[in-house]
């Protein structure tokens, strides 16, 4: 038999295994840190916002603080969970 031929027969009895079921250790452990990020930079950085919020008028700023913080909170609402679920369900095969 020729090269082609036994490609071919290869080609047509080959099986494909299984996809897999569930998510891998590594992207539990990459979904797990960044839902651990959201739930820390939420109330700390609403805290920031309130202690700077009271002292608003005594420095400049405090403005520039306060919009990095309204940043990083929806940083952490969006783009956060975003990636923790695209880390559990992008080799998942359900």
């Not at 992207?27 to 839902?35: E, M, R």
């Not at 820390?40 to 005594?58: D, E, V, Y």
């Amino acid at each position: 038999m020729d090269n082609a031929t036994v490609s071919m027969q290869n080609i047509h009895t080959s099986t494909c295994d299984d996809p897999p079921t569930e998510p891998s250790p590594v992207y539990i452990a990459k979904a797990s840190i960044a839902f651990v990020f959201v739930v820390l930079s939420l109330p700390m950085n609403i805290l920031t916002i309130c202690a700077l919020w009271k002292n608003f008028k005594k420095s400049p700023s405090y403005a520039f603080i306060i919009n990095l913080c309204l940043s990083n909170i929806f940083f952490a609402l969006f783009v956060n969970n975003l990636d923790a679920v695209w880390n559990l369900t992008v080799q998942w095969y359900a």
